[in-house]
T-cell receptor, first 112, second 115 residues
Framework: QKEVEQDPGPLSVPEGAIVSLNCTYSNSAFQYFMWYRQYSRKGPELLMYTYSSGNKEDGRFTAQVDKSSKYISLFIRDSQPSDSATYLCAMSANSGNTPLVFGKGTRLSVIA | GAVVSQHPSWVICKSGTSVKIECRSL??????MFWYRQFPKQSLMLMAT?????????EQGVEKDKFLINHASLTLSTLTVTSAHPEDSSFYIC???????????FGPGTRLLVL
C-alpha cells in the first residue's frame, strides 16, 4: 500500500458544481496536510494548509481532515473553468524541514 | 505569498552534456530546499533535500554523483544533471521552506529535454 492514495481521475464537472477531491493515507504520524494546485507545465501552488483534524475554509475552498479515518478532502464550491488543473494532496509528520509525501494528483476539468 | 524562482524554465541539450538548474527564494531566506522530479501524468518524486552549508541528502535510488546539489547560500540552491541522458528528461521542481517555518513554496519548474 502506498503512503498516500489519490484517485488520478480525470474528473469532469459542469461549471458551478461542487467538487470533492480526496486522499487517504496510511501513516498515522502525518499531522500536516496540504492541497496544491498545479496547472499544466507549472510548479504546484499552495491552496490550503491544515494541521491535525478539522475543517478550514478559504473562499470557495474547504479542506477537511479526519485523522481517525486517515482521510482528507478538498471541496471546491461554485467551480469555475479556471479551476481546471491537477490537485495534489501532500502531507508530512513534522513541520519545518521535512519533505512532503504527495498523492498522484487528480486532474479536474470544469466545463463551461 | 513567498516566491521561488527557477532558471532556466526549459532546456534542451545533447546526451552527455551537463545541465545546471538554479532555484532561488526571492523574498525569504531558506535553510532547506527540496528537489523533485515529475514525469508526465505522475506525482512529484522527491530526489534530495538540500541544506545550506551542508551536503545534500539523497533519496534512495537517486545517484548523488549524477545529480549534484549545491546550496551555497540561504537563497540559492543548484541542481546539476551531469552527463545527461534521454531518460533524465523530466520536469524538475524545487521548493523552499522559510527560516521562519511553515510550508513549502514551489518554483515554477524546469523542463529538461535530453536528445
Amino acid at each position: 500500500q502506498k503512503e498516500v492514495e489519490q484517485d488520478p481521475g480525470p474528473l469532469s464537472v459542469p461549471e458551478g458544481a461542487i467538487v470533492s477531491l480526496n486522499c487517504t493515507y496510511s501513516n498515522s504520524a502525518f499531522q500536516y496536510f496540504m492541497w496544491y494546485r498545479q496547472y499544466s507545465r507549472k510548479g504546484p501552488e499552495l491552496l490550503m494548509y491544515t494541521y491535525s483534524s478539522g475543517n478550514k475554509e478559504d473562499g470557495r475552498f474547504t479542506a477537511q481532515v479526519d485523522k481517525s479515518s486517515k482521510y482528507i478532502s478538498l471541496f471546491i464550491r461554485d467551480s469555475q473553468p479556471s479551476d481546471s488543473a491537477t490537485y495534489l494532496c501532500a502531507m508530512s509528520a513534522n513541520s519545518g524541514n521535512t519533505p512532503l509525501v504527495f498523492g498522484k494528483g487528480t486532474r479536474l476539468s470544469v466545463i463551461a | 505569498g513567498a516566491v521561488v524562482s527557477q532558471h532556466p524554465s526549459w532546456v534542451i541539450c545533447k546526451s552527455g552534456t551537463s545541465v545546471k538548474i538554479e532555484c532561488r527564494s526571492l523574498d525569504f531566506q531558506a535553510t532547506t530546499m527540496f528537489w523533485y522530479r515529475q514525469f508526465p501524468k505522475q506525482s512529484l518524486m522527491l530526489m534530495a533535500t538540500s541544506n545550506e552549508g551542508s551536503k545534500a541528502t539523497y533519496e534512495q535510488g537517486v545517484e548523488k554523483d549524477k545529480f549534484l546539489i549545491n546550496h551555497a547560500s540561504l537563497t540559492l540552491s543548484t541542481l546539476t544533471v551531469t552527463s545527461a541522458h534521454p531518460e533524465d528528461s523530466s520536469f524538475y521542481i524545487c521548493s523552499a521552506i522559510s527560516l521562519l517555518g511553515g510550508t513549502q513554496y514551489f518554483g515554477p519548474g524546469t523542463r529538461l529535454l535530453v536528445l
